[in-house]
């Protein structure tokens, strides 16, 4: 047997694609030292990114964990996976010699243009010098972002992906045979920004939100800043509770109270304090109310609930403008999660 190679030659290494290796790890951390060959170092940050995500969305969920740490995870969780971008456009760049590194950085990179546009569409076209195509790609980013939900989610996701295929199809910049990845990449893109969209309002709007608390009505359970989670899932209100509401006179604002009395229940405001059911729980003065003054104790009808401030002296509640039907309540504040000395979590 004979071979044609001639002894003492090395192999050349093929060039590495810093910027190809920073478009994955933008997909998930880690990943762009896995297409590597680095599958520990890309194990270690798909894994440890996991955790943190695990670790934040558990403290901001689970009413009893500290809020403040979920919050402090979250942004620990974005540093690391911009470290793992770094990272990956590090461990790419160092793996090649340097004549392929000013063979590579001698001419515009087309991995380079679709990283740019996945920050913002049309400034990867900005930077080959297609000022056209990013004024245009560009403007159409923000249409969609005026658009209704959720019709701004699915334009966002196709400008997302138009703007990277495009982008690299008709590449001015150092070309690269990677086809079947970029239009890979251009759909996670699209998928991850349909999902930036629509599912930060889908929670809010139907798991948890949060709300700053405006006001001194509740002091001193909840002070002026003070932020607050509501579980917005449906529940059954009880004595005690912490709600979030509309305000009947202006249902633009949104009133943080607690629950007084529920259905069947009797409420009175007396010159030594309040009363439910005839017993007295709250101590202190306070000006005139409509609802439940003095010799004319209130009932609350089904389907309603009676809601007061802590602050009795100065809150705005149930006493001046009646009682809140509870269907419209928005939700249930289940922790105070920031300022941190300040975190606690409701009964």
Do not use: C
Request: charged share 20%; aromatic share 12%; no cysteine.
């Amino acid at each position: 047997m004979t071979s044609d190679a001639i002894p003492g030659a090395v192999e050349e290494t093929p060039v590495r694609e810093p910027w190809r290796a920073a478009n994955l790890s933008l997909v998930l951390p880690g990943l762009g030292q896995w297409e590597m060959g680095e599958r520990s170092r890309g194990l270690f940050f798909i894994v440890t990114s996991a955790i943190l995500w695990f670790i934040s969305g558990a403290f901001l969920l689970v009413p009893r964990l500290p809020g403040w740490v979920g919050m402090i995870g979250v942004f620990v969780w974005v540093a690391f996976g911009i470290f793992a971008i770094a990272d990956a456009h590090r461990r790419a760049r160092s793996v090649n010699t340097p004549e392929q590194e000013d063979t590579r950085r001698s001419h515009r990179d087309a991995w380079k243009t679709v990283f740019l546009n996945r920050q913002i569409p049309g400034v990867g076209h900005a930077y080959e010098g297609r000022w056209g195509g990013a004024a245009l790609w560009l403007l159409a980013y923000f249409i969609s972002w005026s658009l209704p939900t959720p019709l701004d989610a699915f334009a966002g996701a196709a400008v997302m992906a138009g703007v990277i295929w495009r982008g690299w199809t008709r590449t001015r910049a150092r070309p690269v045979p990677d086809k079947s990845l970029v239009l890979a990449v251009a759909l996670a893109a699209a998928t991850w920004t349909a999902a930036g969209r629509a599912l930060p309002l889908w929670l809010r709007e139907n798991v948890f939100q949060a709300f700053r608390i405006p006001s001194e009505s509740m002091s001193p359970t909840l002070q002026p800043d003070d932020f607050v989670f509501i579980d917005k899932r449906t529940f059954v209100p009880r004595d005690g509770d912490v709600v979030v509401y509309p305000y009947p006179r202006d249902p633009s604002k949104l009133f943080i109270k607690r629950v007084f009395a529920v259905p069947g229940e009797v409420v009175e405001f007396k010159a030594d304090g309040s009363y439910r059911d005839g017993q007295r729980l709250l101590g202190g003065t306070y000006g005139p109310v409509m609802f439940g003054e003095e010799g004319h104790p209130y009932r609350v009808r089904e389907g309603e609930v009676f809601l007061v401030g802590d602050n009795l002296e100065n809150s705005n509640d149930s006493r001046h403008h009646g009682p809140i039907p509870i269907e419209k309540l928005r939700g249930r504040a289940y922790k105070t999660f920031w300022p941190p000395g300040r975190a606690r979590t409701f009964p």
